[in-house]
């Protein structure tokens, strides 16, 4: 697939590292598409909900779109088909489609 995918506004996404280490590479951040333009995707973290004790393992009970979360820019990486974040070693990838979140365990 090279054709690039254009979102909608209000669909979800997850953003994830491909480092090729296992504990980094498991990690999901949770985040709502605000802004879509030709060359760039914004995109807002979301607000995870823990209905009890939140220690570094523990899964979010619920995931809900956070108006007041921080704002990451989207840019299209043709080598990989994807949209991410600044293209560096560090690029986090998006994929549409549903809210997901894995905190880092290591």
Known sequence: MNEKYFPKVGEKLYLQQKTGSYYIDLVKRPYTVIGVTKTKVFVQSCELIFNGPAYYDTLADDIIADTNGCIEELTWHPKHNMWA??????????????????????
Not at 85 to 94: G, H, I, L, N, V
């Open 85 to 106: 974040t600044k293209k560096s070693s560090y690029s986090q990838f998006a994929h549409f489609g549903q809210y997901e979140y894995y905190p880092y365990l290591d």
